[in-house]
C-alpha cells in the first residue's frame, strides 16, 4: 500500500489549525484516496496504474487547503464555541507542574508561607471579635463599671489600660439593678484568693470568684453535673455552695461523678459543691471555683467597691442608649449618697473582649497588618518564580504561537496554571495555619484566650483563606502571564525589569514588617533588663495556705509568722527571710488616705502592703531616704510607714517625706502613721514597664493580717533550698503545706509572658518576611547571572578580574536592596510610630537605633543572598560560557 | 460528468449539506461511504469528490449538526465516523421541506413534469 498520509502532508497547503487537528484531518484524507486506491485495484487496475489514477484525478491541493481553512473553525472562534474548555486548561496545568516538581514545591511552599499566617489570624480575629457568642441574638452583654472622676491617682491609661475604671459598691449595684430599665438581667462578681481544702489533697491557694446567682447562665455556660446557684443561695445564711470548673474536677477530684453534694473547705468554711461546668471555653477563666455571692460581705462595707457588674440588655437597646440611662441614674445617686457617690459616674463597655486588654486588642490587629505583609511578599516571591520559569518555557510559548494559539490563549492557559499553583499553596497553607494556630495558642501565657468562643479554623475561616488564595493567584498570576506571553523582541529586558522592581518591592515590605519586630523585641529586651527595684537572684517565695480557722485570735497571727521566718531564717545557707501581703509583683489593693494637715477631699489612693522587717534585705530594695522597718516597730511603738519615691513626688510635692504623717482606713489601727522611710520605687503591677504607683507600706507587727507571701534570700540556689524550708514550717506546723513555691526569676518570667510571647510572634513573622525576601532577591540575581553567563565569560575572556565580576553582581543585587530600603523607609517609620502608639501608649526609647539595626540586619541579608550567585559568575570558565552559544 | 459546468457546480453546492445529512439519518458512516453512498442513490448522477465533500463535512461539524469521532474495529484502520447530532436532525427535516416545495415549484413552473 502506498503511502497516502505522506502524499497528503506533502500537497496539503498548512490548514492553521492545531497540529493534532491537522494530523487527524491528514488521517483522514489519506484513508479516502486509500479507498479510491483500493477499488481501483478491484475494477483490475495494477497498482501503478491505480496509483497514477486516484493521484491525477486527486484534488487541486491549493484550492482544498483553501476551502478546508474556510471551513475548519478558526482558533479564536473555537474558543467563542467552547466556553468551558477551562478543564482542559486545569488539565494541562497539572501536567505541566508535574513535569517540574521543584517549581511546584517550592511555589507552593512560598504561597503556602503567606497563606497560613493569614489564615492563622484571621481565624484569632473571627474568633475573638465576630464569631457568634453564646447569647448573641438575645440582647447584648455589657460590663458596668464606676468611673472615677478625679479621684487621686485613679487616672488616665496605663499600657492602654483605663485606670478611671474601678469595681462597683454593693449599694449601687443594688441601685441599678432596681432603677435600670434598659436590662433584663443583672449579675454581680467578685473575684478573691482563698485556701482550698479537702479531705484528700493538699490544701492549695485559688482564685475563686463569687457570683449572684444567674451570672454562668446568663453567660450561656452549661453544665456537666448538677446545676447553676438558686436565687435563695443568694441570700445571706444560704451561701455554702460552690460549683467546681471542668477543668479543676479533673485536676483536682479525678473527674470523681458523684462530686455534687461532697463538701470541700474553702478557707476553713465548708461548702458544698452543687455543680461542674462543662469544659469549652470557660476552662479559660483564670478562677476555676465559684461560689454564690450575696448581698450583704463579711469583710467589706455597702460603700467599698468590689463587684464586678454584668447586665444583658434588652434586646434592641443599644450601648449608648444604656449609658445614658446609667448617666441619670448615677446622677440621681450622687444626689442621694453624697459621701460615697459624688464624683462617680458610670462606663458601659460591652462584655465581650472586655477581657482583651487594649493593647492586646492592637496586637491583633497590626499582626493581621504584618501577615498581610507576608502574604504580599511571598506573592511577589511567586510572581518572581513564574517569570524565571517563564524565561525556560519561553521555546514553548514561541511554539504554541506558531501553532496558531492566540495571545489571549496563552494567557488564560498560563493564568490557570498559576491558579492551579495558588490552589495548592492555598491547601498547603490551611493546614499550616491549623498548625501555628495551635503552636500559637499552646505559648500563649494562661488564661490568655477567650473565654465565650473557641480560637480554631472555621468555615468563615476557611472561605477567607479561599478568597485571598483567589485574589492572590489573579493578581499575581496575570503579571507573569501577560509578561510571558508577550512575544515581542524587548521581552527578555522587560521581563528583568518587573522582576528587579518586584524584589524592590519586596524589600520595601520586609523593612516595614522589620520595623515594627525590631520595636517589639527592642521593648521586650528593654524590660527584660529593666530596674524592678528589687534583686531578683537567689530568691524563693511561696505562701502557706493558712485557713480562717488557723487563727482564732488576731493576736496569734504575728506570733505564728515570727516563729515561721525565725526558723526559716536559723536554715544554714539562707542569708534573709521575710514576708509580705501581697505576692511579689502582685499589684497590691489600692485604699484611700489622707495626709495629716492636708485636706481630706477629694481622698488620694495609693497600694497598700504589709511588710516584715526582713523585706528590705530578703528583696535588696534600696533606701532613698530615712529607715527601713526593724524589729523594734511593735504594735505598742510609734505607727510608722514607709512610702516609694513615686509617692513622695505625686503627692508630697517637694516637702520633706520624714516629717509628715498620714491617717490610712479605719480597719487599721487608728492614728498617724509616721513616714520613716522612703524607698526606690518597685515595679509592683501586673504589666511589667508600666509607670510604678505610689505605694504605702506598714510594719506587719503593727497590721498583722491572715495571709503573708513569704520570701527566703538564700546563698546557693534558691529552689534547691525547698525541702529545707519546708522543714523550717513543719517544725512549725506539721500539717502546712507550701503553696505556690516559685523562684523570684520565675515569676519575673511570668510576668513578662505576654510581652515574650509578642516579641515571639512580631519575630516569627518578621523572620519569615526576612527569609522570603532573601530567597528574593537571591532568585533574581542567580537568574539574571545565569543570562548573562556569556557577558560574563567574555568579560574574564578580556581581562577582567574575578573580584570585578563579584563587585558587579553584588553590586547590582545591592542597588536593588538599597532602592528597596530607600522606598521602605518612609513607611517603616510609619509603622514604627503607628505600633509604638499602640503598643505601648508612648515613643519608645531608641527608636532611630532600632532602624539602623533593622536596615543593616536587612541589607546584610540581601548581599548575603546576592553573594551565592554573585560567587558563581566569578567562578564563571569563559571557555565553556562562549562555547555554550 | 458535467463537472466542470459552473451551474451544476453551485446546483451541487447548494444542496450538498441536504445530502450529507440524509446519509448519516440512519446511522453513522465515514467520509468515504458518504460518497458512495450518494452515489450509489442518485444513481452515479451526483458524486462527491474530496475536494467537495470534507470541506462541507468540517463546516457542518462546526455548526454542531453532525459530529465526528474516531472509530477502531478490530484488524482494521481506525475511520473517523460521523452521526446526525440532533441539531443536525432538525435541520434536515427543515431543508427537506424546503428542497421539497422549492423542487415541486420547479417541476410546475419548469414544465419539467411534460418533458
Given at each position: 500500500m502506498p503511502d497516502f498520509g505522506g502524499y497528503v502532508r506533502e500537497h496539503l497547503p498548512p490548514l492553521e489549525v492545531a497540529g493534532a487537528r491537522e494530523a487527524e484531518i491528514i488521517e483522514e484524507l489519506a484513508l479516502e484516496l486509500e479507498e479510491h486506491y483500493l477499488r481501483e485495484l478491484r475494477n483490475g487496475l495494477t497498482p501503478d496504474s491505480a496509483w497514477d489514477r486516484v493521484?491525477?484525478?486527486?484534488?487541486?491541493?491549493?484550492?482544498?487547503?483553501?476551502?478546508?481553512?474556510?471551513?475548519?473553525?478558526?482558533?479564536?472562534?473555537?474558543?467563542?464555541?467552547?466556553?468551558?474548555?477551562?478543564?482542559?486548561?486545569?488539565?494541562?496545568?497539572?501536567?505541566?507542574?508535574?513535569?517540574?516538581?521543584?517549581?511546584?514545591?517550592g511555589a507552593v511552599l512560598v504561597i503556602a508561607l503567606g497563606i497560613g499566617p493569614n489564615t492563622a489570624?484571621?481565624?484569632?480575629?473571627?474568633?475573638?471579635?465576630?464569631?457568634?457568642?453564646?447569647?448573641?441574638?438575645?440582647?447584648?452583654?455589657?460590663?458596668?463599671?464606676?468611673?472615677?472622676q478625679g479621684h487621686g491617682m485613679i487616672r488616665g491609661t496605663v499600657d492602654g489600660m483605663d485606670r478611671t475604671r474601678v469595681h462597683v459598691s454593693a449599694r449601687d449595684f443594688e441601685e441599678w439593678k432596681r432603677q435600670g430599665k434598659s436590662f433584663q438581667g443583672f449579675a454581680a462578681a467578685r473575684q478573691k484568693t482563698v485556701t482550698l481544702n479537702d479531705e484528700s489533697r493538699q490544701p492549695e491557694r485559688i482564685p475563686i470568684e463569687s457570683y449572684t446567682p444567674g451570672y454562668l447562665t446568663m453567660l450561656g455556660y452549661r453544665m456537666q453535673l448538677g446545676r447553676d446557684f438558686l436565687p435563695e443561695e443568694g441570700i445571706n445564711g444560704n451561701r455554702h455552695v460552690a460549683i467546681l470548673s471542668n477543668r479543676l474536677w479533673r485536676q483536682r477530684f479525678g473527674a470523681d461523678p458523684h462530686i455534687p453534694g461532697k463538701r470541700i473547705r474553702l478557707d476553713g468554711e465548708a461548702f458544698s459543691v452543687v455543680g461542674v461546668t462543662a469544659p469549652g471555653e470557660i476552662d479559660n477563666r483564670v478562677e476555676p471555683l465559684w461560689t454564690a455571692l450575696t448581698a450583704r460581705q463579711d469583710d467589706a462595707g455597702q460603700d467599698?467597691?468590689?463587684?464586678?457588674?454584668?447586665?444583658?440588655?434588652?434586646?434592641?437597646?443599644?450601648?449608648?442608649?444604656?449609658?445614658?440611662?446609667?448617666?441619670?441614674?448615677?446622677?440621681?445617686?450622687?444626689?442621694?449618697?453624697?459621701?460615697?457617690?459624688?464624683?462617680?459616674?458610670?462606663?458601659?463597655?460591652?462584655?465581650?473582649?472586655?477581657?482583651?486588654?487594649?493593647?492586646?486588642?492592637?496586637?491583633?490587629?497590626?499582626?493581621?497588618?504584618?501577615?498581610?505583609?507576608?502574604?504580599?511578599?511571598s506573592c511577589v516571591n511567586v510572581a518572581n518564580l513564574l517569570l524565571a520559569r517563564g524565561g525556560a518555557r519561553e521555546k514553548e510559548m514561541t511554539i504554541r504561537t506558531s501553532l496558531g494559539a492566540t495571545r489571549g490563549q496563552l494567557?488564560?492557559?498560563?493564568?490557570?496554571?498559576?491558579?492551579?499553583?495558588?490552589?495548592?499553596?492555598?491547601?498547603?497553607?490551611?493546614?499550616?495555619?491549623?498548625?501555628?494556630?495551635?503552636?500559637?495558642?499552646?505559648l500563649l501565657p494562661k488564661?490568655?484566650?477567650?473565654?465565650?468562643?473557641?480560637?480554631?479554623?472555621?468555615?468563615?475561616?476557611?472561605?477567607?483563606?479561599?478568597?485571598?488564595?483567589?485574589?492572590?493567584?489573579?493578581?499575581?498570576?496575570?503579571?507573569?502571564?501577560?509578561?510571558m506571553s508577550r512575544a515581542d523582541a524587548g521581552r527578555m529586558r522587560f521581563r528583568n525589569r518587573f522582576a528587579k522592581s518586584l524584589v524592590v518591592a519586596e524589600f520595601a515590605l520586609t523593612l516595614m514588617l522589620l520595623a515594627a519586630a525590631g520595636l517589639v523585641l527592642r521593648t521586650f529586651w528593654d524590660r527584660t533588663h529593666l530596674d524592678l527595684g528589687i534583686r531578683t537572684d537567689h530568691v524563693v517565695t511561696f505562701e502557706v495556705p493558712v485557713t480562717r480557722d488557723r487563727f482564732p485570735a488576731s493576736a496569734s497571727i504575728e506570733p505564728f509568722y515570727r516563729e515561721l521566718i525565725g526558723r526559716i531564717g536559723a536554715i544554714p545557707g539562707v542569708m534573709g527571710a521575710s514576708a509580705v501581703s501581697v505576692g511579689l509583683l502582685d499589684e497590691a489593693g489600692v485604699l484611700p488616705f489622707t495626709i495629716v494637715g492636708r485636706p481630706a477631699n477629694p481622698p488620694q489612693m495609693a497600694g497598700f502592703r504589709v511588710a516584715t522587717d526582713g523585706f528590705v534585705e530578703t528583696f535588696g530594695v534600696r533606701m532613698a531616704?530615712?529607715?527601713?522597718?526593724?524589729?523594734?516597730?511593735?504594735?505598742?511603738?510609734?505607727?510608722?510607714?514607709?512610702?516609694?519615691?513615686?509617692?513622695?513626688?505625686?503627692?508630697?510635692?517637694?516637702?520633706?517625706?520624714?516629717?509628715?504623717?498620714?491617717?490610712?482606713?479605719?480597719?487599721?489601727?487608728?492614728?498617724?502613721?509616721?513616714?520613716?522611710?522612703?524607698?526606690?520605687?518597685?515595679?509592683?503591677?501586673?504589666?511589667?514597664?508600666?509607670?510604678?504607683?505610689?505605694?504605702?507600706?506598714?510594719?506587719?507587727?503593727?497590721?498583722?493580717?491572715?495571709?503573708?507571701?513569704?520570701?527566703?534570700?538564700?546563698?546557693?540556689?534558691?529552689?534547691?533550698?525547698?525541702?529545707?524550708?519546708?522543714?523550717?514550717?513543719?517544725?512549725?506546723?506539721?500539717?502546712?503545706?507550701?503553696?505556690?513555691?516559685?523562684?523570684?526569676a520565675q515569676i519575673?518570667?511570668?510576668?513578662?509572658?505576654?510581652?515574650?510571647?509578642?516579641?515571639?510572634?512580631?519575630?516569627?513573622?518578621?523572620?519569615?518576611?526576612?527569609?522570603?525576601?532573601?530567597?528574593?532577591?537571591?532568585?533574581?540575581?542567580?537568574?539574571?547571572?545565569s543570562q548573562r553567563t556569556r557577558e560574563v565569560g567574555v568579560r574574564i575572556a578580556l581581562g577582567a578580574e574575578r573580584w570585578a565580576i563579584m563587585r558587579l553582581v553584588l553590586g547590582e543585587g545591592l542597588v536593588l536592596a538599597g532602592a528597596g530600603l530607600l522606598v521602605g523607609l518612609g513607611c517603616a517609620w510609619w509603622v514604627g510610630r503607628v505600633v509604638a502608639a499602640a503598643l505601648y501608649a508612648a515613643k519608645v526609647a531608641g527608636e532611630a537605633g532600632t532602624a539602623v539595626v533593622v536596615g543593616a540586619v536587612l541589607l546584610g541579608c540581601g548581599a548575603l543572598a546576592c553573594a551565592i550567585p554573585a560567587r558563581r559568575a566569578a567562578g564563571v570558565d569563559p571557555m565553556v560560557a562562549l562555547r555554550d552559544e | 460528468m458535467a463537472a466542470t459546468d459552473p451551474d451544476d457546480n453551485a446546483r451541487k453546492k447548494g444542496s450538498a449539506e441536504l445530502l450529507i445529512l440524509a446519509q448519516l439519518e440512519g446511522r453513522p458512516r465515514h467520509g468515504y461511504e458518504i460518497g458512495v453512498e450518494i452515489e450509489r442513490r442518485s444513481g452515479g448522477e451526483v458524486s462527491f469528490q474530496i475536494a467537495s465533500l470534507y470541506p462541507i463535512l468540517?463546516?457542518?461539524?462546526?455548526?454542531?449538526?453532525?459530529?465526528?469521532?474516531w472509530v477502531e474495529e478490530a484488524g482494521q484502520r481506525r475511520r473517523r465516523y460521523y452521526k446526525l447530532t440532533a441539531a443536525g436532525r432538525k435541520t434536515l427535516a427543515e431543508q427537506r421541506r424546503r428542497w421539497g416545495s422549492f423542487t415541486a415549484a420547479l417541476r410546475r413552473a419548469g414544465g419539467i413534469e411534460n418533458a
Open positions: 493521484t491525477a484525478r486527486g484534488p487541486q491541493w491549493p484550492e482544498l487547503g483553501r476551502d478546508l481553512r474556510g471551513a475548519l473553525p478558526r482558533a479564536a472562534e473555537s474558543r467563542e464555541k467552547m466556553p468551558m474548555n477551562s478543564g482542559n486548561n486545569i488539565r494541562f496545568a497539572f501536567r505541566m507542574l508535574r513535569r517540574s516538581p521543584a517549581f511546584m514545591v489570624m484571621f481565624s484569632a480575629i473571627y474568633s475573638i471579635f465576630l464569631a457568634p457568642a453564646p447569647w448573641s441574638g438575645k440582647g447584648e452583654m455589657v460590663v458596668l463599671w464606676s468611673r472615677s467599698d467597691r468590689i463587684l464586678t457588674v454584668l447586665a444583658q440588655l434588652k434586646p434592641g437597646v443599644t450601648i449608648a442608649q444604656a449609658q445614658a440611662e446609667m448617666d441619670a441614674i448615677a446622677g440621681r445617686l450622687a444626689g442621694q449618697y453624697p459621701k460615697s457617690d459624688s464624683g462617680w459616674a458610670v462606663r458601659v463597655e460591652p462584655y465581650r473582649n472586655d477581657w482583651l486588654n487594649p493593647r492586646a486588642r492592637a496586637n491583633l490587629w497590626l499582626l493581621m497588618g504584618a501577615v498581610t505583609l507576608v502574604l504580599l511578599i494567557i488564560r492557559q498560563l493564568l490557570t496554571e498559576s491558579l492551579v499553583l495558588f490552589a495548592l499553596g492555598g491547601a498547603a497553607g490551611v493546614a499550616m495555619s491549623w498548625g501555628i494556630l495551635r503552636t500559637f495558642l499552646a488564661y490568655a484566650a477567650p473565654t465565650y468562643a473557641p480560637v480554631s479554623l472555621s468555615v468563615p475561616a476557611l472561605l477567607f483563606a479561599m478568597a485571598i488564595t483567589l485574589m492572590a493567584g489573579v493578581a499575581f498570576g496575570c503579571a507573569p502571564a501577560r509578561r531616704r530615712g529607715r527601713a522597718f526593724t524589729s523594734r516597730d511593735r504594735p505598742e511603738s510609734e505607727l510608722v510607714a514607709m512610702v516609694n519615691e513615686r509617692f513622695v513626688a505625686q503627692y508630697l510635692n517637694g516637702r520633706d517625706p520624714l516629717v509628715e504623717s498620714l491617717t490610712l482606713p479605719v480597719q487599721l489601727p487608728a492614728g498617724r502613721r509616721r513616714i520613716v522611710g522612703v524607698f526606690h520605687d518597685i515595679q509592683n503591677s501586673a504589666q511589667i514597664g508600666r509607670e510604678d504607683l505610689p505605694e504605702v507600706y506598714v510594719p506587719f507587727a503593727q497590721v498583722p493580717l491572715r495571709f503573708m507571701a513569704l520570701a527566703v534570700r538564700t546563698g546557693g540556689d534558691p529552689a534547691g533550698m525547698t525541702r529545707a524550708i519546708a522543714a523550717a514550717v513543719h517544725s512549725v506546723d506539721p500539717e502546712m503545706p507550701l503553696a505556690n513555691v516559685r523562684t523570684a519575673v518570667g511570668e510576668r513578662l509572658g505576654f510581652d515574650r510571647f509578642e516579641a515571639l510572634v512580631y519575630g516569627t513573622f518578621a523572620g519569615l518576611a526576612l527569609v522570603l525576601a532573601c530567597a528574593g532577591i537571591y532568585g533574581v540575581m542567580a537568574f539574571i547571572v | 468540517y463546516r457542518l461539524e462546526g455548526k454542531g449538526l453532525i459530529a465526528g469521532k
